[in-house]
Structures are given as structure tokens and as C-alpha cells.
């Protein structure tokens, strides 16, 4: 025997009630069913709820919610009864009706609605799906009896949320369906009390009728029928990663639903787990699929924890005082004061100096709470041993769940990694005694991103995914959609390295979506679908999407971004950027984003700044981790000259070869904006910043390339004019260097606290003499390379180098995840 519950969604439809009716004809239910238990029809007790809350109001608009109440179960009743049982059942329904309407008319009266009179009300909605449902499945061919569950669920008096008696509740059940042989259609969620007034159960707890009808009778197992393929890792509704579990212990699951997965009634596997008897949880719309089987001894779980939920609204109260220090029975007092007002205590701490004690309550429990400790502890708190109790809202729990966690050592440990690095604050914390529970009370607005932070890091077998916001989308940042587009596939099979664009924008629009946007199709969607771009609006939407593993990419050349970036990681984001302006900027801005950085783990990675995509920012780092100290760096930093002078050989002036390297794309628009060196200077000034030197952008010394003449030429026509007035000058000096076998290169120096960038003449043995085409070259001297210093060389400039640049120090962030 069986007891079957379908919940809310699985009778809210006509095509939800024809889908149970084929369930249980199937020929794995046919026969077996005993008791079907069903909820009211979806949202039908949200509605009663609000319909006598009207009617305490005064508000007489109540009559047309009835009514409408009236219509969805008529039509139910027309489009799945045969004619002839329509009429009768119709007559029941309107008779149910007429009773709802005397009972609101009567709090309209009164104007006062009671609890005891709000589960009157509520009652209705099971009573209505009940009966309708019977005769459905009687006419079915499985011949059917209408059961309200008040004749035999016996409670106590506390409205609203009645504990049932087990000692009266079974027997009557049992007495009961011995006198009727068929299959019985019971009303979820109701009961009585011993004198027989009518009580809920709690919101959700048809769930708790099923297993105390399962209980009763000894059933093989109780199927509760709901919308989704069963107990999931997490709430799919917040972390749209969760899957099924196929089996979970009882303990698991009572944590899991105590700490708010909604899909179990918290009370009802008590009932069930006394008797042995399994629960299993199954989607009415994929009956194939198996769902998840609750029992006593079921296989481990395959991961270190079994699922995550969470809590939504929480208060906590924290008392604080040295009167409770070393006071044998405070806590007990403390928590007998709070039973005897039945407030339920969710989660306990203490600081072990025993110094504040803090406990989670429901909110609506808070004020109560507070009244009845200060009640307890008024003589305590008058003489100030203990401060009156404080109350924090706003505040949610997550509860990671498994009884693994008992043998796994470092669970907490990434739990609270993954907290931490997405800057999730914990405001308390508390680990069951049972190690079935670690639970971490946070601020409300981050329970999502906690939750998703800590699935991710359990169940994603590897998989990491970073949730990436950009802004730019020109040549670089427009190559890196090109290439995120090309590796998202290899990076997820071969690297388990996800990358989710959650936000993009130009300079003109800004788009986002939470499921993620095509990097392929993102340019062609912000024109066709963005909202006008506003840096502020997109870093606060950023912020608002909340989401774990988060990366804010600059690939804008512009000042306005990077001197937002400091906000930025303040949020815990991590930023990419190719964008050289922040860490040229001040030496103080520099100072704060690398410090910030480091000292709360939040990535800021600039690789690209220097010489595109060649590692030169990073091996840095890796050389003073290995505790190696640079003496000295000589580098060739700008594509551009580098060119100019790498094929400045005398076969052509220098004026032609300034000419050559524009046609070839290889400058800016005006060639002066590379001959000045100021970007040279910028990625110089990086380097020594990077060596520990705190220099400001003035005290990099620049030889000017130019004669200050060329600089005033008013177009670049007369520039190009004026330059040829210098050929002269240049190629002597270039045939001067020749004549000693040398060659002229622009070379910056960074060296005992100076950096400079002068017209060198490289003679044998110069590394520099090697540089073709428009490379870059980074020479690196430090005591471990003394004789033989370390060259990082190649192109040093490039939409594709940089973006993939770019793209490395993405994977890089994704890596650093848990
Ligand atoms: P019913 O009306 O059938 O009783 P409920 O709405 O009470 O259904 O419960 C099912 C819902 O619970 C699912 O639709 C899902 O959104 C939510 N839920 C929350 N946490 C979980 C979880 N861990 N696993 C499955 N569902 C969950
Ligand atoms: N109908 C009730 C509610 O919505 C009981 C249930 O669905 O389990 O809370
Ligand atoms: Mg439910």
C-alpha cells in the first residue's frame, strides 16, 4: 500500500489533475494507492489569505474573489467530469462556497479575523480540490471516497501551525479506512482539535497529512508528487545549476527542509522516519524521471555534502554581557524562556569567552523573542550584568547539509572560502553538534550569490565559471569577444572553465542578462537590444546581479573607467584590465588598487598593460615570490619605434621609414603621438612601479626622439614636411653608430630607483641588436640572472595578442576559484 500527495501545481490545472488521474492508472500505482492526500489548487490558499483579510478590512470587493474562487473549480469540474456526476459535484462545490461566504461575511462583521477563523478559511481550499478530485478519479475508473482529513487528524489548538496527535490521530485513521474499502481522496494541510474545531497544519503541510496517513496504515512508501524531479542539490529557483539527488537520509532531509528547502514540509519526515517508512519525491510532469528516494540507510553521497539551502528571512537577537560569563544554566534559561512562548529557535551561537550568545529566529518571532528575554533577564539588565537584547533583520541562513561532512575534514574551510573570496560577510556562524549542518547566518541581499558560491564550489565537478562584465567593446575588447566566442567550448570540456557574459557595453549602450549573452552575437545585440550606456548604471547593475565569481574586464582606453576600479574591487569583484591609465595614473591610486588587491585576495590583473600579451608583469611576480630581487631592466616597450628604428639601415630616410610604419598601420593616427614616447613612458613608468620604485610619471626621463619643430607642425602633412628637414641629422647619427659597428635602438632603463628612455647605440652582444619587424624586449637582470640576464621578446602590440593577453588573465581569475 501506498500513500500518494500531489501538492499545489500538481492540481492547479486542468491538464495537471489529468496527468495524476494517468499516474495513478499506471500499472506501478494501479491497485497499490490507498490514500491519495492533495493540496488545494495552486495559489488557492495565497487567495483565501487575502480574501479574508479583505473582509476584516471591510474591503466588500471580497464577494467578487469568491466568485472568481467559484469559477477556476467549476471549470475543472465541466472540463473533467462526465455530465452526468457534473451537476452533484457542482452542488457540493457551491455548497462548500456558501459556507466560505457566511464565515467572510461574519469577519466582515466582526471586522476581526482570528487565527482560529484564518484556518477556517484556508481549510476551504483543500476541502474544494478534494471533492472535486474524487469523483475525477471515480470516474476514472477507481471507484473513490471524498475524506476530510478533520474526521481523523487530531491536533492541538495552536492555529495556524497545530502539531498533530500521534496516539489519537492513528487509530482514527485506522478505524476509519476500515470501514471504507476504497481509494480515499484526502484534504492536505487540515485538521481538528479534540473538540473539533479546524486547524492547519503549517503553510506546505499537506506534505506532513501524506506521512502521517502513510504512518497510520504502515504504507510501503509515500510518494509526494510536487513540480520538480525531487529533492535538488540547492533551490532551483537561485542556483539554476542544482540537479537531482537520487536518494538522502532522513537526517539530511529534515536539515535541508528545516533550513528552508520548500520542497518538504519540515515536519514531515518525523512521522515517517519513526516508522521506517520511505518518502519519495516525484515530478508529476516527468513521471519517468525516478525522483529522490528519503529512507534510513541510503548509498553516501558522491560529493562531500549532500545540498545546500537556505533560509530567506532570518532576525537574529544577540545578547551581550559579562553577567552571563562563567553562569552555570544562563542558556537554559534563555531558551525556556523563548519555548514557553512556542518561538522556534533556528540556529544557536556562542562565543566561547561565553560573552554574547546569539540566536536566529523568524522575524515575525523577533519582537516577542526580545520581550521574553528581557522579561527573563529584567533584574540582569537593570543592574547592566547583561545589555537589553538587540535585533538584526535583513539577514538570511544558508545551511550546508551531508553526513559526510562528519569523516571529510575541510568542508568549512571552503565553505567559507567561497563566502569570503565573493565577499559574502558572515555575521554568525554555527556547526550542528550532529556534523549533519554547517549554517552561516549573512546579510540578506547576498543569499543567492552565497548559495551558487558554495554549490559551484561542491557539486561542479571542477567546473568553474566566472560571471564576466565588459566594457569596451573596440579593437581589443571586440578581438576578445571573437576569441571567447572560439574557445568557450574547449575551455569548458578540456579545462572545466566556464565563462558566462552576464554584461557588455560600448561607449554608447550597455546590456546585460542573467543567462548569459553569445560572445559572438554580443556587439550585434547591444546595438539591436541596449539600454544608453552609463558607467555608473552599469557597475551598480553589475553589483545588483550579486553573482559569485564575478569579473569586471576594462578594455576601454579611456580615464573615466579606471578610476572607478578601486569601487569595484571594494565589492569584491575582481578586475582585468589591458587599460594602462590606472596604473599610471598616481602613484597613490596605483598604491591603493595593488594594496587592496593583495590584501583581500581580490585579483587585479593588468598583464596586458606592458608589451600586449607577452608575460612580462607576471614573471615579475613570480620572480620576487621566488625571493629574487631585479637590479636592473632594459626594455624595448613600443611596437612602433621599435620598427621605425629595427629598419632604420640608411636604405631609406627616416622620414620615409616614419611613413612606412604608418602605411603599415603600425602608429596612431598621428605618428607624434608614438615619436613623443609618452606611452612608452606610461608602460616604463608600470615597470618600476612594479619594481617597488614610487615614481610619478614625471620623474620617467624621456629623450625626445623629435626636434621640438616637429611637434608644432600644425597637420600631419607639415609634420611629415618638417621631419624630412631632419633626415639629414638622423642618418648621421645613424652613420656615426655604424661606423663602431652599432645600431640605434630607443631603450628604456629601469635602475636604481630611475627609469629613463633614451636613442642608444646597441653594439656587439646587445640583445637589443636581434629586435626585427615591431617586437618588444624586456631584459631582465635580478641576482639569480646576473650573467646571463632573462629576454622576454616578440610582439609587444596587437588587437590579438592583447585580447589574448586579455583572455589569460580571465582563465587565470576562473583558476583561483575553489
Ligand atoms: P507543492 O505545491 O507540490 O507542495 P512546493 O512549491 O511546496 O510544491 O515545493 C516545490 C518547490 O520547492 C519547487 O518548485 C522548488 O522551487 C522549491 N525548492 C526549494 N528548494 C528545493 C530543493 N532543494 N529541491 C527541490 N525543490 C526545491
Ligand atoms: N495548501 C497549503 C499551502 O499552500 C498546504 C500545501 O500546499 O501543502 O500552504
Ligand atoms: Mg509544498
Redesign the pocket.
Known sequence: MIVCKF????VGSVEAIRQLVSILQDPDHKGRVRVVVV?AF?KVTDTLIAIARKAEQGNGTFKDDVSQLFERHREVIYRLLPAETQGPTEGVVRSLIEDLERILEGVARLGELSNRTLDMVMSFGERLSASIIAPICTAAGMPADYLDARLVIRTDDRFGNARFIPEETYPAIRSLLQNRPHLQIATGFIGATLDGKTTTLGR?G??LSAAIFGAAIGAEEIEI????D????????LVPT?FRMDSISYEEALE?SHF????LHPPTVLPAMEKGIPIRIRNTFNPSCPGTLIAREVPPSPYPVR?I?SLREVALIRLEGTGMVGVAGFSARLFSALARRHINVILITQASSEYSICCAVLPKDAPEAAAAIKEEFESEIARSAIEPPVIERDLSIIAVVGSRMKSTPGIAGKVFHALGRNGVNVVAIAQGSSELNISAVISRQDEAKALNAIHDAFFLAGLRSVNLFLVGTGLIGGTLLDQLAQQQEILADRYKIRINLIGVANSKHMLFDAAGIEPARAREALLSQGEPMDLDGFISRMRAFNLPNSCFCDCTAADTVPSRYLDILKSSIPIVTPNKRANSGLLSYYTALTEYSRERGIPYLYETTVCAGLPVISTLHDLFLSGDRIRRIEAVVSGTLSYIFNNFDGSKPFSGLVWEAKQKGYTEPDPRDDLNAMDAARKVLILARECGMPLEFEAIRVEPILPPSCFTAPTVEAFFEELKNHDQSFEERRRRAAQQGKVLRYVAVIEEGKAELRLREEGEGSPFRSLVDADNMVVITTDRYSVLPMVIKGPGAGAQVTAAGVFADIVRIARTLV
Do not use: E, N, Q
Open positions: 501538492g499545489g501545481t500538481s493540496s495552486s506546505g499537506s506534505d508528487w510536487t513540480d520538480v525531487g529533492i535538488l542539490t540547492s533551490d532551483p529557483r542544482a535541508l528552508g528547502a520548500k520542497v545540498g539551502s
